[in-house]
């Protein structure tokens, strides 16, 4: 392999590393204990989400009119149990609990997914936005947890192609064409 790959390679682990530790250093946000709908109509806490645990890892989704969404989404079926043995996970969206869950079910995920439409939950993480009149979301994940009987932010990221949590991205990388054009679908 090219030294300088190699050397390179190094250098982004390193640097990986640093922003995990920065990370854990970085000053908790506190949030608000918001209600979503869960895929049979009940309204659920974001607290017992948690369950008996004090930490929970929380993907935000964009709905299913994103296919990039639905790509990250559709890849956690492999990631379910592995996640869910450390810490209790969801996948959160903007869709009403109705389509999220004929969604859902299309497509076979194996996860707990709930709905906070008509809630300001996206947009007081950071991951709503409104631009012409429009709302639109931002995909991503945030890593919560409970501390001195509050909930906090500990952590957050956001997705896109190339980012760390869709190995697909890296895989087409490791060639001469990369993506080559490619795009998520919702059927291959």
């Known amino acids: 392999m090219n030294s300088s790959i190699e050397q390179l390679q190094k250098e982004i682990q390193k640097k990986q590393q640093e922003l995990v530790e920065l990370r854990k250093q970085a000053p908790l ?4 204990d918001y209600n979503f ?10 607290r017992s989400l948690f369950q008996d645990n004090d930490e929970l890892l ?8 994103c296919r990039y969404c639905t790509m ?3 890849g956690f079926r492999g990631y379910t149990e592995i996640i869910n043995d450390r810490m209790p ?10 389509e999220l869950k004929e969604f859902a079910e299309s497509r076979d ?6 709905s906070f439409n008509g809630t300001s939950f996206a947009k007081d993480l950071g991951f709503e936005y409104e631009k012409e009149g429009r709302t639109f979301y931002n995909p991503g994940v945030s890593a919560l947890i409970i501390k001195d009987n509050k909930i906090y932010r500990a952590a957050k990221d956001n997705f896109g192609p190339g980012d760390l949590y ?10 001469p064409k990369g993506t080559n054009g490619w795009q ?4 291959y």
């Open 166 to 175: 869709n190995p697909a991205w890296h895989f087409f990388d490791l060639f």
């Open 29 to 32: 946000e506190e949030i608000k």
């Open 109 to 114: 995920w194996n996860f707990n997914y709930y």
């Open 37 to 46: 709908i869960d895929k049979n109509g009940n309204t659920v806490s974001l």
């Open 89 to 98: 996970w969801v996948l959160t969206s903007p869709n009403t609990p109705n």
């Open 58 to 65: 929380v993907v935000h989704n964009m709905g299913k009119e």
């Open 72 to 74: 990250w989404a559709d």
């Open 184 to 187: 998520p679908k919702y059927e």
